[in-house]
């Protein structure tokens, strides 16, 4: 124990000795963790900020989307309603809707924005809440009502400080009169709720003269999340009675969409982490290069070393703790850069929470530590089998 203390002092000595060329052997490595932690910390706080999202809208909704591949297979929305009114013992609501990309325009100003055919249900199913004015009622979607209830990024960009109810607006050539404004759901980003026009169905129908008017939407609310499956098996059952072909319809939960989302995300820590991982190679190769210089600069320093009685074993030792510290020094600082990189930098990414992962920091650590093990044998090595009485002649 006492030798292999001393072999550290001398290794930490040595890495001192040489300050400048210390911290280059160790910026690699810093890098390369720095790079695994911040990539990890990238795709868990996408993931984290999904989730929020997702858990904003209650895990008890199912999904249907249909696409009759005829009109002798398509499904009606009164046909459909029907189908929930019969099933009331495991269905809380049901609203159809369409969403396509839109134009909005009001006094010159224009604003990209998603428009969302939808009924009255639409703002209980999605757990929506107002600002001002109020939401599409039963009488605008049986008259078709030219009225519009807009999201807050819509209000911003368009209307400013200004209430916009009241005020009429251009869609895609048609005027909607605003008669509400929703509060801000998701941060006021881009293809969000935040960034829609929400106007009766039967409205946004006969606005639409391409084939995103034809496919049938429904968002249906279960009693509680742990009938959904129930509620699926339902929905199955009742479309294929109709639809003969699975394919042109998909009924799915929250569950299979956070399950789908662990996936891709488990798929995206694998290629950052990779490209990370490379940076550490890299690091490791520049390491083992330093290495063998100092073992080439410290010749004669190791000569004098055995002639006074150090062993192969000890030589060994203290050049791979030399290894180690640098790549374990690089790996701590390269921690702190990848949390510093998720702290100013992704945590400011919209839709993404920033997630600072303990567990995968200390893997990169351990990862780095071994780095300088695997990289720091062959220097090592170099330096055990040189032999003594050479070592001293070397100039």
Do not use: H
């Not at 390369?32 to 909704?61: M, P, Q, R, S």
């Not at 002639?307 to 640098?326: N, P, T, W, Y």
């Not at 929470?353 to 044998?377: N, Q």
């Amino acid at each position: 124990m006492e030798k292999f203390l001393l072999s550290c002092k001398m290794a930490i000595q040595s890495i001192f000795l040489n300050r400048l060329r210390s911290f280059l052997t160790l910026l690699g490595v810093v890098i390369g963790v720095g790079a695994v932690v911040a990539a990890v910390g990238l795709a868990e706080g996408t993931t984290a900020g999904i989730t929020k999202e997702i858990e904003k809208l209650g895990t008890n909704l199912v999904y249907v989307f249909i696409n009759p591949a005829s009109k002798s297979e398509d499904i009606s929305v009164d046909q459909f309603l029907e189908f929930a009114r019969k099933n009331n013992d495991v269905i809380m609501g049901v609203s159809p809707f369409v969403q396509y990309p839109a134009q909005a325009i009001f006094r010159g100003k224009k604003e990209e924005c998603q428009i969302i055919g939808a009924t009255a249900e639409y703002m209980m199913i999605q757990n929506l809440a107002l600002s001002k004015g109020r939401f599409i009622s039963p009488v605008d979607s049986d008259f078709r009502q030219k009225v519009s209830v807009i999201g807050s990024r819509i209000q911003k960009k368009l209307f400013n400080s200004q209430n916009p109810v009241g005020q009429e607006i251009n869609v895609n050539g048609q005027v909607f009169k605003v008669v509400g404004v929703l509060k801000e759901k998701q941060g006021g980003r881009d293809n969000t709720v935040d960034d829609s026009i929400i106007v009766p169905l039967f409205a946004l129908n006969s606005l639409s003269t391409d084939d995103y008017a034809l496919v049938k939407n429904f968002l249906v609310r279960t009693v509680s999340a742990d009938k959904n499956n129930e509620v699926k098996k339902r929905i199955k059952a009742y479309l294929s009675n109709v639809i003969k072909k699975e394919e042109n319809y998909s009924v799915y939960d929250m569950s299979e969409l956070m399950s789908t989302l662990n996936q891709i995300t488990y798929l995206l820590m694998i290629i950052l982490g990779g490209i990370a991982t490379i940076s550490l190679v890299v690091g490791g190769i520049g390491i083992m290069n330093i290495m063998l210089v100092s073992v080439t600069e410290r010749t004669r320093e190791i000569g004098i070393r055995k002639a006074i009685g150090a062993k192969r074993s000890d030589i060994r030792v203290q050049f791979l703790i030399e290894s180690m510290v640098i790549t374990g020094v690089g790996g701590i600082i390269g921690i702190l850069l990848g949390f510093f990189v998720i702290a100013v930098g992704i945590s400011r990414i919209p839709g993404v929470e920033p997630v600072y992962s303990l567990k995968w920091a200390f893997v990169a650590f351990g990862i780095s530590v071994l780095i300088g093990v695997i990289f720091g044998m062959l220097p090592a090595e170099k330096a055990a089998r040189l032999n003594p009485i050479e070592a001293l002649r070397y100039e």
